[in-house]
């Protein structure tokens, strides 16, 4: 019976921060104000956004558009001053990603990938 109520408290918990996740996507607002705005704790927002996101790997749902471009071998080389991170998998797909990048898509992204091996 404990177990039922650790499983019972773990969805109502779940579903609390999707609803939140959800209210800060559909707000607009930058993640820090919309945290201070409802006295929700900034670092829980961010914990539970990735928890919620690794679990929905099957149907990967990210914040906005994303900003990490698939690249064919052919593609130009880049200017000093485009700093990027070049990613490369076991399929010889390669992933540019540039400073500054979302680390929510990013790891959105990167959970779409390894799901479609």
């Known amino acids: 019976m404990n177990q039922d109520k650790r499983k019972a408290a773990?969805?109502?918990?779940?579903?609390?921060?999707r609803r939140i996740v959800e209210e800060a996507r559909r707000s607009g607002q930058g993640i820090r104000?919309?945290?201070?705005?409802?006295h929700v704790k900034e670092h829980l927002f961010y914990h539970w956004r990735g928890v919620l996101a690794r679990e929905e790997c099957g149907g990967v749902k990210s914040v906005g558009e994303p900003r990490f471009?698939?690249?064919?071998?052919q593609a130009e080389a880049l200017a000093e001053s485009d700093r990027m991170l070049e990613l490369v998998n076991e399929?010889?797909?390669r992933l540019r990603i540039p400073s500054g990048a979302d680390e929510f898509t990013?790891?959105?992204v990167l959970a779409a990938l390894a799901a479609a091996r």
């Open 106 to 108: 990013l790891r959105a």
């Open 10 to 17: 773990m969805q109502k918990r779940r579903a609390y921060w």
């Open 91 to 93: 399929r010889g797909w």
């Open 33 to 38: 104000p919309f945290c201070r705005e409802r």
């Open 69 to 73: 471009l698939l690249v064919s071998p």
